[in-house]
């Protein structure tokens, strides 16, 4: 039996625009979500969840054909989560038959997932899952895989999963932790100064899938949508060069720059069509707690926002902002997949 985990993450920039090859900048964070695999005698897949969000609930899910889970969150999560559990477990034979230059070895396994990562809500959620299962599940079969091969096929169980609307930034910043930047095919490390996240959940989740398909669309439409998600892209290059600025010198006012970046990249993506109104609320109030900036995270739609406040204002102000539902300070996780025991 092998536990792995693997953290979730925020977008300090980019997120919509890196699926059309701009950069991405995102940053792992300390929540994690923990998989165990235990092999089985059969060849069934059996997934035990439980904490699949902050808390106020739990999921008890055996992937039985006749098993019904009994939750009090939308079944479709739960449904979308169990779909990146397959598609992690696929992967996960598919990688031990390549290392043995043999076919995908038919076995079954009892999958237990325990995470503090809301689910569909923008901190990454179903990259961590699919990346913690694949390496707990290659590891429970012997094999070790490096961060690099287990990002590589953990993007493309969320690629099957997404119906090919995914980028690697999510999967790969999972899988080594830190901050990372993302450009098409090209995924690496990047120095960060600590950042002082403040995150603000609105309770809810977005559908990534039609929250994507949504902004191609209006890109496809109009010439400046198709602006806007460039304009991001020059917003990361320019976050880029102020927060390698910041690493190197975390006294100068270089978080400040961060911040009004941050809030350069809510508009657009508010004028995209994927903001809503609690996580606007959210923005609003800790921007105006004094925050350094604020933005929302993920796929947007609802769920979680950013922001960058050392002081203990933005939580205060978003505990008592109507249309949140919790919020928390998040430390960069310098870790990325890891083994908690075997
Ligand atoms: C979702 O967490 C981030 C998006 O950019 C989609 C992706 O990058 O796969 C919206």
Known sequence: MVTSSAPGKVYLFGEHAVVYGEPAVPCAIERRARVTVEQRSDSKLRVHAEDLSLDGFTVEYSGDADGHPDIDVSESLVEAAMGYV?????QARDAVAEQRGEDAPAVGFDVSIASDIPLGAGLGSSAAVTVAGIDAATRELGVELSSETIADRAFRAEYDVQK???????????????????????CRGIGAPDLPFVIGFDGGAGDTGKLVAGVRELRDEYGFAADTVEAIGDIVRRGE??????????????????????????????????????????????????????KLTGAGG???IVALDETDETETALE?????????????????????SS
């Open 320 to 340: 008592f902002t109507p249309g949140c539902e919790t919020a928390f300070r998040a430390e960069l996780a310098t870790d990325g997949v890891r083994v908690e």
């Open 86 to 90: 397959d598609a992690a477990v696929d």
């Open 164 to 186: 090919g609307q995914a980028s690697r930034a999510d999967t790969f910043c999972s899988a080594t932790g830190g901050a990372v930047r993302v450009e098409g095919d090209d």
């Open 241 to 294: 060069q102020v927060l390698a600025d910041a690493a190197e010198d975390p006294e100068s006012d270089r978080i400040d720059e961060l911040g009004d970046l941050m809030d350069f990249n809510h508009g657009l993506l508010e004028a995209l069509g994927v903001s809503s109104r609690s996580l606007d609320s959210m923005v609003w109030a800790a921007r105006d707690a004094g925050a350094r900036g604020a």
């Open 302 to 304: 609802g769920g979680c």
